[in-house]
């Protein structure tokens, strides 16, 4: 069983940006773009969900890394499915 960490701020996307993605330039408004640290995938404007996603399928990330992003990635395909029939 994996258990996650407890000690959130309020920012549970965060993490991404410290291991697995390399932020690029500012876009303004909060956005970043970004870079898949595995694949080099690269993204204009880079959008933590789209990031999460990514990472559950990334064929480059580490086995441990899909994994505990597929377990997030479960409510946030619950999330993109409200925003998209909402
Ligand atoms: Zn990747």
């Known amino acids: 069983m994996l258990i996650l960490s407890s000690n959130k701020s309020g920012r549970p996307f965060s993490e991404i940006w410290k291991t697995d993605i390399k932020r690029g330039e500012?876009?303004?408004?909060g956005h970043?773009?970004?870079t898949c640290q595995y694949c080099s995938?690269?993204?204009k404007r880079?959008?933590?969900v789209s990031l999460k996603i990514h990472l559950t399928k990334c064929n480059l990330a580490?086995?441990?890394v899909r994994d505990?992003?597929?377990?997030l990635g479960?409510?946030?395909l619950l999330v993109l499915?409200?925003?998209k029939f909402s």
């Open 26 to 29: 500012s876009k303004g408004n």
């Open 32 to 34: 970043y773009s970004g």
């Open 41 to 43: 995938t690269h993204w």
């Open 46 to 48: 880079a959008k933590s």
């Open 62 to 64: 580490p086995n441990e």
């Open 68 to 71: 505990i992003h597929s377990i």
């Open 74 to 76: 479960g409510h946030l």
């Open 81 to 83: 499915l409200f925003i």
